[in-house]
């Protein structure tokens, strides 16, 4: 049997591989998320050919996503706000029957449903946020575009860890402040606890994930604070 092929020597280049036409593009592995890693990946370098810094062009695509997500967001804002107001009205139901666990429960959900307000609102925009995350992981960390390309001060490699974890710690505070505009919806204590205690666990797992990626996710929270505090105001 006689089998023709070549071999190819190269940077895993997404662009020049599928420039074969041969599914070598395959090579790159994107994940389960490709379908939006790609066109991630297609945006950071279009708007690299404009203003010639990638951190920079991860922050206005972060712009972007936020922007086109921001009406699926609205919605769960709104609730976290409603349930800010009927915070007196549960701190009263705790009171009333601290003994009686199964019947403050099922007089809170009257009061949620009365209200209009949906306790599990606040995870929408989380969930939102995690297949974009993860697209955002494989595009930085699968693409040659990255690899070396700085962004400013300390940061020379947005494909590599932040030296100095700077960004991480940075990450933190958002995910922190975020979480403390996010009204309380159980009344255990240790519960409240572990949500306060994960803004530290996502500080741990990004430290040594790329620069790029956590830069995103940094300006991500810094949006998400200013679009639910304004989404507050106009509520009020």
């Known amino acids: 049997n006689t089998y023709e092929g070549y071999f190819l020597y190269s940077l895993k280049s997404y662009d020049y591989l599928v420039s074969f036409q041969d599914q070598l593009d395959q090579a790159v592995n994107f994940g389960l998320f490709s379908i939006l890693a790609v066109p991630i990946l297609k945006g950071l370098q279009f708007i690299y050919s404009y203003v010639g810094n990638y951190g920079i062009a991860i922050i206005i695509l972060t712009f972007l996503i ?6 699926l967001q609205f919605k769960s804002f709104k609730s976290m706000k409603k349930m800010q107001t009927v915070q007196p009205e549960i701190a009263k139901l705790k009171e009333r029957y601290k003994d009686d666990p199964a019947r403050m429960q099922k007089e809170t959900m009257e009061l949620f449903k009365r209200a209009g ?5 606040g995870c ?4 939102l946020q995690i297949p974009i995350f993860i697209a955002f992981y494989q595009a930085i960390n699968n693409s040659v575009d990255l690899v070396g390309a700085p962004f400013y ?3 020379f490699d947005l494909s590599h860890k932040d030296p100095y974890y700077i960004l991480p710690v940075l990450m933190g505070v958002t995910m922190l402040l975020q979480t403390k505009l996010n009204p309380s919806t159980t009344a255990d204590p240790n519960q409240q606890k572990i949500m306060y205690i994960m803004p530290l666990v996502f500080c741990f797992i990004m430290k040594d994930l790329p620069a790029g990626l956590n830069l995103y996710f940094t300006i991500s929270n810094l949006l998400g604070i200013g679009q639910q505090l304004l989404v507050y105001k106009v509520i009020d």
Not at 66 to 71: H, Y
Not at 124 to 127: A, Q, R, S, W, Y
Request: glycine letters at 12%; a positive charge.
């Open 66 to 71: 936020r922007f086109l997500t921001f009406p």
């Open 117 to 121: 307000a949906n306790p599990l609102g």
């Open 124 to 127: 929408l925009p989380m969930i």
């Open 153 to 155: 001060g300390w940061i």
